[in-house]
């Protein structure tokens, strides 16, 4: 069985500052695991993914997000937090099976 | 390109009553997938499809959901006897087949209400 944890439900920073949000999995395989963001209304957009190879991946829009196995976590980070990085942010993962296991998801607000 | 579409967006049903939604993925995208959204919480993994085959239909949650792939390109999720719990957004995704995981590209979803 697969599993992601998303600690907080909500993570609240002023623009500029950066912003962390919080993932832990659980596989019994390789962990393959995803960011999405999902604006209001709108479908699930993808962000960035690891597979294998280096723990600091890069995604879209000046995110990015660290492996560290021994601590099974993967957290999207962005060193400046914007006001349009307001947004539902869902960390997922899976292993050798092709679904996705989805955290609850996490709120981010970036005030002005 | 076109991304994935989802029709219809909304649709308010009663309960007992039969709904269709339909999904049509991305061009050349073999894997396609349906997930269930509630209020609240991620999406769930309902059925997942390579070509017209349903390879795992283990999220369907009991016989009343059926859904299928004719052609291996538009998929429609069928719900029978619609029931107020069935309430959710309802998302597709579609992806291509390859060795390293590849993302899964989301459509829009439909909102399904039963009432």
């Known amino acids: 069985a697969q599993s992601v944890a998303q600690p907080e439900d909500q993570v609240n920073v002023a623009e500029g500052n950066p912003l962390t949000v919080k993932c832990t999995y659980s596989?019994?395989?390789?962990?393959?695991l995803f960011w999405y963001v999902q604006y209001p209304n709108r479908g699930l957009q993808f962000l960035l993914k690891?597979?294998?190879?280096?723990?600091l991946v890069k995604g879209s829009y000046g995110f990015e997000a660290e492996f560290n196995k021994s601590q099974t976590s993967f957290h999207l980070k962005k060193p400046s937090a914007l006001v349009s990085d307001s947004a539902l942010y869902f960390c997922?993962?899976?292993?050798?099976?092709?679904?996705?296991?989805f955290g609850a998801g996490t709120t981010v607000t970036v005030r002005a | 390109g076109a991304g994935v579409s989802q029709t219809p967006s909304n649709k308010v049903t009663e309960k007992g009553k039969y709904v269709e939604l339909r999904c049509d993925p991305i061009?050349?995208?073999?894997?396609l997938y349906w997930y269930r959204q509630s209020l609240g919480q991620g999406p769930e993994f309902l059925i997942y499809?390579?070509?017209?085959?349903?390879?795992?239909d283990s999220g369907l949650p009991n016989d009343r959901f059926f859904a299928v792939r004719p052609e291996g390109s538009v998929s429609t999720l069928k719900i029978q006897r619609t029931e107020r719990g069935d309430s959710a957004v309802y998302l597709c995704?579609?992806?291509?087949?390859?060795?390293?995981?590849?993302?899964?590209?989301f459509g829009p979803g439909t909102r399904l209400t039963v009432l």
């Open positions: 995704a579609s992806s291509h087949l390859t060795p390293t995981p590849d993302e899964q590209f």
């Open positions: 061009s050349g995208h073999t894997a």
């Open positions: 690891y597979i294998t190879g280096d723990n």
């Open positions: 997922a993962v899976r292993d050798n099976d092709y679904k996705l296991s």
């Open positions: 499809f390579q070509g017209t085959g349903a390879a795992d």
């Open positions: 596989v019994s395989g390789n962990p393959y």
